[in-house]
């Protein structure tokens, strides 16, 4: 038997497409065994059934798992300014071991990617003794810095934590340390168990809870604090092509096109969504959206 590959993705109401498109594309460009894990609360899974089943899609191999949003009580602070971010599935890439069992290795990926490469070379990508998650560093791809810098984009702990607050400077990590996202993860699921990572993220959302600790300018999200701080210099790296990201964050910045050919994986993070108006490097996008049987989700476009 070939090693079963799980890829963890949401399907949250409103932007189902979005996760139509990750699977759709890494489906298209594997032979890999790919077993998907889609979660989504309760209320969309009966769409997103439909959606696989009658579409090109019904072939995959997959899983419709439904994540509770209880688990999250008294742990998020509400936050007006991007209420998007608080979406419970958010935090899915938190509870990995109590969502999918019998894996020792996981794939987690954001709904807003799609994937050009074989995904075989993501999941073989290797993680350190002791390392229970992989992720891409922020400081990782010199052609990704101009792009940073011309969008006053986060990309140091400063970025995310607020430096004000005893508990954070407390921890004793440099402000100036590079951050990472983690919007594609290569997981161990042993290890997770074993450092109790889980446990020490909700602890870390509990405090910000009480203390606010997160940095007012936060761009990337309120899943990402916990993530710096728990996995700070205890994670490996995934090799830079696999998370070519940032192109949701300005309508006006773009990428070369032969650096987004290599690109082995394409992130959309930010506001500025492929399947909405206006986005850069849509077609890339497009390709890979298989429109939806039941014609509630629409793409958004200029003349639409």
Known sequence: MEEEIPVVICAAAGRIGAAVAAISSIYSNTDANVLFYIIGLKNTIPHIRKWIENSKLKEIKYR???????????????????PELLHPLNFVRYYLPLLIHKHEKVIYLDDDV??????????DTKLAPGHAAAFSDDCDLPSTHEMVRSVG????YMGYLDYRKHTIRDLGINPSTCSFNPGVIVA???????????????????????ENLYSSTL???????????????????????WHVR???????????????????????????????????????????????PSGKFKLIRPNS
């Open 64 to 82: 419709i798992v439904e994540f509770n949003p209880m688990v999250l009580k008294g742990k998020i602070r509400p936050d007006a300014s991007r």
């Open 114 to 123: 799609i994937v050009q490469g074989d995904i075989q070379e993501l999941y």
């Open 153 to 156: 984009m986060q990309n140091t």
């Open 188 to 210: 161990n699921m042993t290890e997770w168990k074993h450092q109790r990572i889980t446990k020490q993220l909700e602890k870390w959302m509990q405090k910000n809870v009480q």
């Open 219 to 241: 761009g990337g999200g309120v899943a990402t604090p916990p993530m710096l701080i728990v996995f700070h210099r205890k994670y490996s790296t995934i090799n830079p092509l």
């Open 246 to 292: 940032h192109l949701g964050w300005s309508p006006n910045a773009r990428y070369s096109e032969h650096f987004l050919q290599e690109a082995k994986l394409l992130h959309w993070n930010g506001r500025y969504k492929p399947w909405d108006y206006p986005s850069v490097h849509t077609d890339l996008w497009r390709n890979w959206f298989i429109p939806d």
